[in-house]
């Protein structure tokens, strides 16, 4: 049988002009031969590293993204999207998405092209290189009737849309199932339209896709974007958002799991939110910083930054702040682990400090209605006055206003107050009317009572592992300096 090497220079350039991208840069290292014919240029390695970010073994999982909506299948918060990789087009390596800002994976043109799209099933542009000019003459036309080929789909694109956001009133980003003026078949007919024109647009831009590091060199950090909240010396890229149990672990993640044992799901309590109402734990946007020492990118939470300046927005991230911060091992290289465990202590405290404040005020919100229940004129409790004195009777705590953390802290208070609390509940499960009853469980006041074990147990657990800290402030070198803490490849709630 002849090999491929024997086959006359036409019907070889035939069969490897219909190889896709990876087969390409294969077939041209199996031989010397090979090599020297089918001379691969970067844009070959380009191409077949966004083929590669395609297959589930090396690049994970292609997101679907509905462009009227922003919706996004699988959402960014689940585990899917841990191990989801992209191509950068710069350093020509597969990278963690965290390495990506946002829009470098989520724009029409940038996204991973779903299966079955044009740019999924894409062979090689490969053509045999006979005069150097003429392969770059060839490779201008090929862009423009590329250019060409493409601009109506661009235009049926843009129009669905507009119209599309016309008949939802003119705005966007409410989604396909909100309330339209168009009728139900227009809607369906534009939806299909943008659908079909993503699957000839999306991913045609990804050659061009480079991550952080390399935009870095480039100068695109140089000034505060949407996408840099830092500075220029020290960009800070905002990336993806994760679930956390809370504010805490957002900030110090896995800290002391193996002594204090992270809450599972059903043990986390609801955080009190206008919208995702009975959702449990928080889902917090990720960002990474670049560490003036080491130059590596990790998630902030390994900068010891304050909390404040991100939930106030960019506004309160300044270069003052910024130049100073290093990632721990940098940190503790400058300044010596006593500093470091001063500082990480200092952090640990405010942060655990403010999650005290928000579980006290869960803890507190419901006995402050319950008081006007009973006692006010139209109290919706008031017709069952018998049972105030069991629940309320003066019970110090009651009286203040904010219930204050140290004193629920004290076990005898602590019991007292959930013995008054089954109490309420069973005043309001067995012995009001229905209406009663329907009346007072709602909305907040239903997730205090419902998760007010829930919340008693996190603000115990909160105190210990501060007691914890204090007793032993290397624990917090020990966690800070992990090797796996921080890294995207290996750090567990990360990656
Ligand atoms: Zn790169
Ligand atoms: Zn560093």
Not at 130 to 145: C, M
Not at 378 to 402: C, D, F, K, T, Y
Request: with cysteine.
């Amino acid at each position: 049988m002849a090999s491929l090497s024997t086959l006359p220079t036409e019907l070889l350039c035939l069969i490897i002009s219909n190889l896709d991208p990876i087969a390409l840069i294969a077939l041209s290292q199996t031989s010397q031969s090979f090599r020297s014919f089918i001379k691969p240029e970067r844009h070959h390695f380009v191409q077949r590293l966004l083929a590669l970010e395609l297959q589930p073994e090396h690049g994970g999982i292609v997101p679907l993204m509905r462009t009227v909506d922003n919706n996004l299948t699988p959402p960014m918060e689940s585990d899917e999207w841990r191990r989801n990789k992209y191509a950068c087009a710069g350093c020509m390596k597969l990278l963690t998405h965290l390495m990506f800002d946002n829009h470098s994976i989520l724009r029409l043109g940038l996204r991973k092209p779903p299966p079955g799209s044009e740019q999924a099933d894409k062979l090689t542009d490969w053509e045999p290189v006979d005069d150097k000019v003429a392969a770059i003459q060839r490779a201008h036309t090929r862009e423009a009737t590329k250019r060409e080929r493409l601009q109506p789909w661009r235009r049926r694109f843009i129009r669905a849309l507009r119209q599309y956001a016309r008949g939802q009133g003119g705005q966007m980003g409410i989604g396909p199932d909100a309330f339209t003026r168009t009728g139900e078949e227009v809607r369906r007919r534009q939806l299909a339209d943008i659908a079909e024109a993503e699957m000839y647009l999306c991913g045609i831009s990804r050659h061009k896709r480079m991550c952080n590091e390399c935009r870095m060199q480039r100068g695109d950090w140089a000034r505060h974007t949407s996408s840099n909240v830092g500075s220029a010396t020290v960009p800070i890229v905002r990336s993806r958002a994760l679930p956390f149990q809370d504010e805490f672990a957002r900030w110090f993640p896995n800290l002391l799991d193996d002594q204090v044992p992270p809450l599972a799901e059903n043990e986390r309590p609801r955080p009190f939110r206008v919208w995702n109402f009975d959702k449990r734990g928080i889902v917090a946007p990720t960002y990474v910083m670049r560490c003036r020492g080491c130059a590596a990118w990790q998630e902030i939470a390994a900068f010891r930054v304050r909390r404040d300046w991100f939930s106030g927005g960019r506004s309160m991230v300044w270069e003052g702040n910024l130049v100073r911060c290093l990632c721990s091992h940098c940190f503790a290289k400058k300044h010596g682990q006593a500093k470091l465990a001063e500082a990480l202590l200092n952090c640990v405290l405010t942060e655990a400090g403010n999650e005290l404040r928000r579980i006290q005020y869960r803890l507190g919100h419901g006995w402050r209605i319950v008081i006007s229940d009973f006692d006010a004129e139209v109290g919706r409790l008031r017709s069952w006055q018998a049972a105030r004195n069991e629940i309320l009777g003066g019970h110090r705590l009651l009286l203040m206003s904010p219930m204050r953390g140290d004193t629920l802290a004290n076990e005898r208070d602590r019991k007292e107050l959930q013995r008054r609390l089954y109490r309420l509940r069973r005043l309001l499960m067995d012995e009001v009317d229905q209406r009663a009853r329907n009346e007072v469980l709602q909305s907040w006041y239903r997730l205090w009572m419902e998760d007010y074990d829930l919340n008693q147990a996190s603000f115990f657990r909160m105190l210990d592992i501060i007691a914890k800290i204090k007793e032993n402030p290397q624990l917090l070198v020990d966690y800070a300096l992990h090797p796996d803490r921080f890294r995207f490849e290996t750090a567990s709630w990360l990656s």
